[in-house]
């Protein structure tokens, strides 16, 4: 991409002189730029999918063999000769044929019992926690905002972390780097009064102009100004994507479909794209799981095969890993309401050609529940997030996370 | 130490204890002095309010859907002349509305919000149980489901952890004997007929658990009443946990700085010695010398709906709010829908690309609505009586009336700057004809609405 922050600001500026347009983070994240490593991966792509709500775990990867899991979920379990067979003991939720199909090419990791010790059960506070990757909630940024801060800080691509959410996931707050994040591309752009098109130029200038200023108060005023400016630089580059755009997937009707497809056109158009976050919600299922959840995996898995189909068609998915992850599983037993309340690990998965495919760690431990009759952890969140940090996007994932958290050995090491 | 009561410290009043005012209602509000101006505000109800409800009630919104609910609250907000009122009725929406994509009926939700307003500023204890047995809440948070032979934790959660004590000051065992507390809190006539709109809060008392429970370190048999009481009266050796938490919220919420240690003492001491009525807490913050000083000035970071409705109220305009509502969604707020329990996160995290481009696009057609319908504002009506010669006076005016007039000059500079600025890029000079009026104070009013400054309240 030929095009950078200084050209944009020197070719949009008009009447205001460069210097007056930098923004201070820019400035700031200089010194810091200097001073980091080059990511090892450039070329690399991390999808990252939200689950909101709390993902039902036991009902995602079936414990099929398992006698207890009948006798905990009497209400809503999945009726375990109708799995799709992972294994000789797990197997997917029968909707989920998508997701069984890149399995069965080997293009899909399933890392079981991920969660972190002691949670307090609340949604907030865990979905704090999956954020940031620290339980003591004393991290500001996010676990891959600090990683762009360490790799990207000083970049002039305004679209090297993008989020495709209606507000920006904290896992992406960084200290320099700021997010592009919007729903949709349709209405991303400054419009200006339609009956003076001619003054529009002037308009813009003037947003960037009041949003290249210095502020006398100093925190909240600057962050937004930096919004400004990322926001019409990032909307510059944008207008083009899309445009001509054939879709080589089925996606389905839905926003996870409309947010995975609006990824794979950002990644077909070489914008340099590093991360990208997409969310989708309603898994918080305390009533009705019965009725709601197999359509939400439907979606999930639907949607995530057709991504790998477009993306396999445009010649794109070497570069391209996808993650998921979600606050927590749920209550082993099933609740009265026929849904689940509030839990603990869950499994997740992990869907591109780098992965080990195969099922990594054991089935959940359905006799040994805790106090509040939730499952064990057998794999740290942090040694999740540490495996895809250090295997695909390359970095140091101690200088991010902290010591001591194992590598799952789902990723290839040699993948190239 | 007192304040220093100037004509800003009373827009700033008005900004937070309200939606904004126009240069008039500033004046008045300035006029009454600091102690009268507060009162006037916060002991609202001599306030008449008839003409304003058969003005509303005429404008005949749709109340059987979202967007016609959307539309009505934000009328309110903007032309009520209760100004607080809304504003604290807007606190509790924030605090835990529920959300019509599951709870369905459009009047239940409209009277959770009626209720919000009845007990906006009575006794905290009355609208936590009037909200507990709220037919609205009861869906959304499944209580409604929570039997003795069957318990769902799922209220009994949040009402600690979101609505009364925050989290760390509770376990998991008080949350599921909460839980057992509120069996039997549930609806009736609930259903697909009547669109879940008639639906009404009963007290079963076949599905309530009459076993013996332990509550914060209290045990009986405790029904939903009881156990609101026990979480109301939870005290530690700090105070009132629930006063600690609720103080130091509403102070957020008017201040826009997280409170100081020795703020949330005071307020959850005026909490518990005013017998838990949240008016006296209110009253404290909206006098306290904190509450006007420099750090708490403009730090409120405006949610869509307060920056829809602040721009219609301080530029005077009428609007039906259908652009408004309309934009809710782009703008990272459906009002009477948030995606969970929680709401929304409040501050700069209302702030994006694509939610500044959503704002920015609705003050676009708020600014260039030329028509008598929808959102529409009267150009000459904002330059009358004023001297609108130069772009610099037409510039400090509208700065002043939108409370953006605390920028630096180099951002006044560019605002004067864009209004001399001709369209081949040439500058000019900006003489005030009716056609520059037209153009160039329509661009400016965009202009300053997508301004930081005007973000923050």
Not at chain 1, 304 to 325: E, P, Q, Y
Not at chain 2, 121 to 149: E, R, Y
Request: proline letters at 3%; glycine letters at 8%; aromatic letters at 10%.
């Amino acid at each position: 991409m030929p095009f950078t922050r200084r050209d944009f600001l020197i070719r949009s500026s008009g009447f205001v002189t460069v210097s007056a347009m930098v923004p201070r983070w820019a400035v700031k994240g200089a010194t810091r730029f200097e001073e980091s490593v080059a990511a090892d991966y450039p070329n690399r792509t991390l999808v990252v999918l939200e689950l909101m709500g709390g993902n039902d775990g036991l009902n995602t990867v079936v414990p099929f063999t398992d006698p207890l899991y009948g006798t905990l979920r009497s209400r809503i379990g999945i009726p375990t000769g109708s799995v799709l067979q992972l294994d000789s003991r797990q197997g997917m939720n029968p909707v989920m044929t998508g997701l069984k199909a890149l399995w069965d090419a080997k293009r899909v990791a399933v890392v079981t019992n991920v969660g972190y010790p002691n949670s307090s059960l609340s949604h907030f506070q865990s979905r704090d926690i999956w954020h940031t990757a620290d339980p003591t909630l004393a991290q500001r940024f996010g676990w891959l905002g600090r990683w762009a801060d360490s790799v990207l800080a000083g970049s002039d691509n305004p679209l090297s972390c993008t989020a495709i959410s209606q507000s920006l996931p904290k896992t992406l707050l960084a200290e320099h780097v700021r997010v592009p994040t919007f729903l949709s591309l349709a209405s991303y752009q400054f419009q200006t009064d339609g009956s003076f098109p001619g003054d529009h130029t002037n308009q813009v200038n003037a947003f960037l102009a009041q949003n290249g200023a210095e502020y006398e108060i100093e925190n909240t005023p600057s962050t937004l100004s930096g919004v400004g400016q990322d926001a019409i630089s990032s909307s510059d580059i944008l207008q083009t994507v899309g445009t001509g755009y054939v879709a080589m997937g089925a996606y389905p009707d839905n926003s996870l479909g409309a947010g995975l497809e609006l990824i794979a056109q950002i990644i077909n158009a070489n914008l340099g794209a590093r991360i990208l976050y997409v969310t989708y919600g309603g898994f918080d299922n305390h009533a009705g799981e019965d009725v709601s959840h197999d359509p939400l995996l439907t979606d999930v898995s639907d949607s995530i095969k057709a991504f790998f189909d477009d993306l396999d068609g445009h010649g794109k998915s070497h570069d391209v890993l996808l993650m998921t992850w979600s606050e927590f599983g749920r209550r082993a037993q099933d609740n009265g309401s026929n849904g689940t309340d509030h839990g603990t690990s869950a499994p997740h998965f992990v869907v591109g050609d780098a992965v080990v495919s195969g099922i990594h760690g054991d089935p959940p431990d359905l006799a040994h529940l805790d106090s509040n009759g939730n499952l064990s952890i057998q794999n740290d969140f942090r040694s999740y997030y540490g495996t895809v940090l250090s295997d695909w996007l390359g970095a140091d994932s101690s200088a991010i996370l902290g010591p001591g958290w194992p590598n799952l050995g789902f990723l290839n090491k040699s993948y190239a | 130490m007192s304040v220093n009561w100037t004509r800003d410290a009373a827009a700033h009043l008005l900004r937070r204890a309200g939606f904004g005012g126009t240069p008039a209602e500033i004046d008045a509000l300035f006029a009454r002095g600091q102690e009268g101006a507060v009162s006037y505000l916060v002991d609202y109800d001599a306030i008449d309010t008839s003409s304003y409800e058969s003005a509303l009630a005429a404008r005949n919104y749709n109340l059987l859907k979202t967007i016609g609910l959307q539309q009505w609250f934000m009328d309110r907000m903007a032309f009520s002349p209760r100004p607080l009122e809304e504003k604290m009725t807007y606190f509790w929406n924030l605090h835990w509305t529920s959300g019509i994509s599951k709870v369905k009926g459009a009047t239940l939700i409209l009277n959770q919000n009626k209720t919000e307003r009845t007990l906006a500023m009575g006794k905290f204890d009355d609208l936590v149980l009037a909200i507990s047995q709220d037919p609205a809440m009861l869906v959304w948070l499944d209580n409604d489901t929570n039997k003795a032979s069957k318990p769902n934790e799922n209220y009994a959660r949040e009402l600690m952890e979101l609505f009364t004590l925050g989290i760390g000051n509770y376990t998991q065992t008080d949350v599921t004997e909460v839980a057992r507390a509120l069996t039997g809190w549930t609806v009736q006539n609930y259903n697909k007929a009547t669109n879940y709109n008639q639906a009404t809060f009963v007290n079963n008392p076949n599905t309530h658990d009459n076993g013996s429970k332990t509550i914060l370190g209290q045990t009986g048999n405790f029904d939903g009443t009881d156990a609101i009481g026990i979480i109301l009266n939870h005290a530690d050796s700090a105070g009132s946990v629930s006063g600690r938490f609720l103080g130091a919220k509403l102070w957020l919420y008017f201040a826009g700085t997280e409170a100081a240690d020795y703020l949330v003492d005071e307020l959850q001491g005026v909490y518990v010695s005013s017998g838990r009525m949240i008016r006296e807490v209110v009253r404290t913050i909206l006098l306290h010398d904190d509450f006007y000083a420099d750090h708490t000035l403009k730090t409120w970071v405006r949610s869509p709906a307060e920056y829809a409705v602040a721009s219609v109220r301080m530029l005077e305009a009428d609007s039906d709010f259908s652009s408004a509502a309309n934009s809710l969604a782009g703008m990272g707020q459906v009002l009477f829908n948030p995606s969970d329990a929680k709401g929304w996160d409040w501050g700069i995290a209302w702030m994006n690309t694509g939610a500044l481009f959503a704002r920015a696009t609705l003050s676009n057609t708020l600014a260039t609505n030329r028509g008598t319908s929808g959102t529409h504002f009267d150009t000459t009506a904002l330059l009358a009586g004023a001297d609108a010669s130069t772009a610099e006076k037409v510039v400090d005016l509208l700065a002043s009336r939108l409370n953006v007039d605390d920028v630096s000059s180099e951002v006044r500079s560019s605002w004067v700057d864009y209004m001399n600025r001709n369209d081949d890029g040439s500058l000019g000079t900006w003489t005030n004809t009716s056609a520059n009026v037209d153009k160039k104070v329509r661009g400016l009013v965009h202009v300053m609405l997508t301004s930081p400054a005007f973000h923050l309240a």
